[in-house]
């Protein structure tokens, strides 16, 4: 049986928990706070939020340095907005001047903020290599900009002509929030391509994955 971990420091952590619902069974979502929960999962989603604060959270359970081993081991990673912030290879220094570190195996240069302030986020369609059907319900929350891809990153989602996605083997970055958008196929297919199987489907059709729209606790965290 594989579990998956949602890192729940901050940031959009039920979010996660109830969009996975909708895909595996609830009891193989865990939420990862330590180094140990870390090492009990096979793949890990990390949240929107306030990247600087959940990069001084994961350096402070040490989460920071296991999660950089199992990185390089090709451990299957899911990171939206400030989660894929944290994963980039470089990060464009903001005129705050307060940007957290990064992990970097994501080749891809970024801008946090880089839409404008919390009034100027919005949704807009994205279209998303493989997924079948309409395009998916981006929900961009004072997103990162992905300002160049290297040739280790390949991009998968597109906003028109902007790349809002990227991956790297079982390292997928998003600008957007699926998590927040009701629509449970970007974790089906991340999890469907990285184990290479079809997830488990829950015992229960019943799901709570909001239907639209970042609830106003998930919009006021960032
Ligand atoms: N603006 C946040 C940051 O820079 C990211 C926003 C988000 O995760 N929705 O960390």
Redo the contacts with the bound molecule.
Sequence with gaps: MRRVGVLALQ??VPEHRRALEGVVPARDVKFVRSEADLGAVDALFL????????ARLLEATGIWRALRHRLAEGFPVLA??????LLSRTLEP?PSGRD?PTLGVLDVRVR??DYGRQRE?FEAPVRVEGLRGAEYPGV?????RILEVGAGAEPFAFRGTEIVGVRAGPVWGLTF?PELSGDPRLHHAFLEAVWGQKPAKPQRSKTTVPTTKATPRARAQ?
């Design positions: 940031g959009d949240p929107g939020g306030e990247s600087t604060t959940i939206t907005c400030a989660g894929l912030i903001s957290p946090r903020n986020s961009f929350i004072r997103a990162p929030h960032r």
